[in-house]
């Protein structure tokens, strides 16, 4: 019988984190980033792989396809481009010598370059011939983050760098309608303040602001009043103007002018250099800024409609810090950030936007078992998945040593109890999570109630930063046990404290608390491994509806120790995509001291694996003590 569903391709490319997603009459088959599959973080190429990944799984072609929708209009951008080098010249003569041709050459050019790779995909060899439709970036990220919501109608908030013009937007969805009601314009930008914050304290722009977010608790707001005195002129509505003085990216080729270094007493902190405590209250000062902007926007958001719920997306709706305040302290009674928040997730709003606006469909809100409202997005597990005989074949090719647990209750038992031992354990099960945060599917496990389970895991197993903090997963029916959070974060996208009862006195209760960053080795809770310095924690609530495997896991480690709560962080090392096959994470697994490795129902000893070879070059592993 032939498939009469209505396929509906969302597209994000060529700037940052490439993916695609695919639609059947309005819900979500597939989604994937382009850097899963190249394994080059970032990736911003047009995403073949992420689109012959969702026609796959959909069992069709592209000519099953009605409608390609792209996230943002290039042709605005480049007006947007054009008219600030103008504005700005001759001293910003040499970006535009950079950044012009590649844009007359390619960028330009979108829609025939989005044609050519469409009809190169699958093998082909003419142009896509189809529909393909644009919208702006903005309204992408508003239809990511409103149509997949468990929300009938919702404000809706997007903030990030830059679309084509709009830098955050406050919009209203009711339905299967979605309006835009007030934007924030280039160059004031929120995404592009803390990048340059990014910038000076030594990270890389777009992929280190978290890092800054995970350094400011080690800080103190010093520079906030210096701030708003120079750099923001900040209202009440939450819009705000930059003084451009300060800043180099609008003509020039950095983030940062030399007035921004002078005010803050020096050049930018080289990278990879030590951190100082001025480092760490910068981090703490952008991050305090940033919370006040966010709160602010969201009160006018309350104000402009009325309405209890609030739906966020654009890349500083990753902010969990933010978010947990903006539930805490903000006028919304309901909060859910789009988990693909960045720009990935536009590929996904691109395409409900044409689905609902361009080809009139009417929106229904899913219901979980339980009959209560639940988003649409299926737990964020819309990647790639690999069925046993896949796996049990790529074993056997590799030359593992493994055995068969199943994937039901002995596999948790027995993984609950390496864990329990204090085994960092890679977690490699079902479909892939589709946005930036590992959620149960492409984890990395260990025990939250370990002091050194931190250090452990950011030295000799991501080979990061020790000052990076790590995310708990708990049972969601007893998140409220050890995290003061009013409701739930599926996607790890809200920051909560932990519960009072839970803490401990910060430095052993003898009144000599450490400074700076040697308070990363102070105990502060019962689940040391997961509690920031401030005793804050970016958590997962894991529900069995969504995550059942994650959910056995997360009940059997309870059982055997009384705690319902596990370190989770992404599967990868520094640097790297999160791993997508069973190839990628057999290499991870055995270029680090992770010490056993879950794949679906086997389980692998790191010590009874044969010797690890691969090109000269690669990362190798720490030994094991």
Same mark, same amino acid.
């Given at each position: 019988m032939p498939d009469s569903s209505r396929y509906l391709l969302g597209l994000s490319a060529y700037y940052h984190d490439a993916a695609a997603c695919l639609l059947a009459d309005g819900e979500i088959v597939a989604a994937a980033s382009e850097e899963r599959f190249t394994r080059r973080k970032g990736d911003a190429s047009f995403p073949a792989r992420a689109v012959e990944y969702c026609l796959r799984e959909a069992g069709i072609t592209l000519a099953d396809v009605e409608r390609v929708a792209f996230y943002d209009k290039p042709l605005l951008k480049f007006e947007r481009i054009l008219e600030t080098y103008l504005a700005v010249a001759p001293r910003g003569f040499a970006s535009f010598l950079k950044a012009g041709p590649l844009w007359v050459k390619e960028k330009l050019f979108t829609d025939r370059e989005l044609r050519r790779a469409l009809g190169r995909v699958g093998g082909g060899d003419a142009e896509y011939e189809g529909e393909v439709r644009y919208a702006e970036h903005h309204e992408s990220h508003a239809a990511s983050a409103f149509y997949p919501s468990p929300f009938g109608e919702a404000a809706v908030l997007t903030v990030d760098g830059v679309g084509e013009w709009a830098t955050a937007s406050i919009g209203v969805g009711r339905g299967a309608e979605l309006e835009i009601l007030r934007e924030l314009r280039w160059p004031d930008s929120l995404g592009l303040l803390y990048s340059a914050f990014t910038y000076y304290t030594g990270f890389r722009v777009n992929s280190g602001e978290y890092k800054v977010m995970g350094l400011a608790p080690y800080g103190e707001p010093r520079y906030v009043d210096r701030i708003f005195e120079h750099l923001v002129d900040l209202r009440e509505d939450g819009s705000f103007t930059l003084d451009q003085r300060y800043f180099d990216y609008?003509? @020039?080729? #950095?983030? /940062?002018? %030399?007035?921004? +270094?002078?005010?803050? @007493? @020096? *050049? *930018? =902190? !080289? *990278?990879?250099? $030590? &951190? #100082?405590? $001025? %480092?760490? %209250? &910068?981090? =703490?000062?952008?991050? !305090?800024?940033?919370?006040?902007?966010? &709160? =602010?926007? /969201? $009160? #006018? !958001? +309350? =104000?402009? #409609? @009325? &309405? %209890?719920a609030l739906c966020m997306a654009g890349g500083v709706a990753l902010n969990a810090v933010a978010n947990g305040r903006i539930l805490r302290e903000g006028p919304f009674a309901r909060l859910w950030v789009q988990p693909a928040a960045g720009d990935a997730g536009g590929a996904l709003g691109a395409a409900q936007l044409v689905w609902h606006r361009e080809l009139g469909a009417s929106r229904t809100v899913r219901r979980g078992r339980d009959g209560a409202p639940r988003d649409a997005m299926r737990g964020a597990l819309l990647g790639p998945s690999f069925g046993e005989d896949e796996l049990h074949a790529f074993l056997d090719d590799t030359g593992a040593r493994y055995e068969r647990v199943g994937s039901g209750e002995e596999r948790a038992t027995r993984v609950a109890a390496l864990l329990a031992e204090g085994r960092v354990v890679g977690w490699f099960d079902g479909r892939m999570e589709f946005g930036p945060r590992a959620l149960g599917a492409r984890s990395i496990l260990g025990d939250a109630r370990s002091p050194r389970m931190q250090a452990e895991m950011n030295l000799r197993i991501k080979f990061r930063e020790g000052f990076r903090p790590f995310a708990p997963a708990v049972l969601r029916e007893r998140a409220a046990d050890w995290f003061e959070l009013d409701g739930e974060s599926p996607y790890m996208l809200i920051v909560a404290p932990v519960k009072r009862e839970r803490r401990l006195a910060a430095g052993g209760g003898q009144g000599d608390e450490p400074w700076g960053i040697d308070r990363l080795n102070v105990p502060r809770s019962e689940i040391p491994a997961v509690t920031h310095v401030d005793w804050s924690a $970016?958590?997962? /609530?894991?529900?069995e509806e969504t995550s059942p495997a994650f959910h056995a896991l997360l009940s059997a480690f309870e059982r055997l120790t009384g705690c319902p709560v596990l370190v989770n962080t992404s599967f990868n090392v520094r640097g790297e995509p999160i791993v997508c096959t069973p190839a990628d994470a057999y290499r991870c697994f055995m270029r680090t001291n992770i010490t056993h490795l879950v794949l679906g129902p086997f389980l692998l000893d790191r010590a009874a694996q044969p010797p690890w070879r691969e090109d000269a070059g690669a990362r190798p592993a720490i030994p094991l003590d």
């Open positions: 609008v003509a @020039g080729l #950095t983030m /940062t002018s %030399d007035a921004f +270094h002078e005010l803050f @007493g @020096g *050049p *930018p =902190r !080289a *990278p990879e250099s $030590r &951190l #100082t405590q $001025r %480092d760490m %209250d &910068l981090a =703490r000062s952008v991050q !305090a800024v940033c919370e006040e902007v966010m &709160l =602010r926007m /969201t $009160r #006018t !958001a +309350h =104000r402009e #409609t @009325g &309405l %209890d $970016r958590v997962q /609530t894991v529900s």
